[in-house]
Nanobody, 124 residues
Framework: QLQASGGGLVQAGGSLRLSCAAS????????MGWFRRAPGKEREFVAA????????YYADSVKGRFTVSRDSAKNTVYLQMNSLKPEDTAVYSC???????????????????WGQGTQVTVSS
């Protein structure tokens, strides 16, 4: 089970850190991803981190502003979001992939488990 938290309302230029806590099993063997969905739009890949924590992937729209990381000891994945923009407003969800393939890590279909999302609202 995955549970995302840390969302909220922030002004443009501000920061938030999202957390995705896993329970029921160790997700150290999983690749972990963050996706978001804005009102009226399709789910969008945001960032991902491989099971080893050594490789990370980002959408072009967040590269340089967001940082994904994982703490295997805490069974938790983080998404540090800096320099937030109004267009970052969305519901953010975390997901886990047991057999992630790097070339497909940006695709929602790669992921086996999904958590409930957390709302991020960025005001202008």
């Amino acid at each position: 089970q995955l549970q995302a938290s840390g969302g909220g309302l922030v002004q443009a230029g501000g920061s938030l850190r999202l957390s995705c806590a896993a329970s029921g099993t160790s997700f150290s063997r999983f690749d972990m991803g963050w996706f978001r969905r804005a009102p009226g739009k399709e789910r969008e890949f945001v960032a991902a981190v491989r099971l080893s924590g050594g490789s990370t992937y980002y959408a072009d729209s967040v590269k340089g502003r967001f940082t994904v990381s994982r703490d295997s000891a805490k069974n938790t994945v983080y998404l540090q979001m800096n320099s937030l923009k109004p267009e970052d407003t969305a519901v953010y969800s975390c997901a886990a992939a047991l057999r992630g393939i790097p070339s497909m890590i940006r695709l929602p279909s790669t992921y086996d488990y999904w958590g409930q999302g957390t709302q991020v609202t960025v005001s202008s």
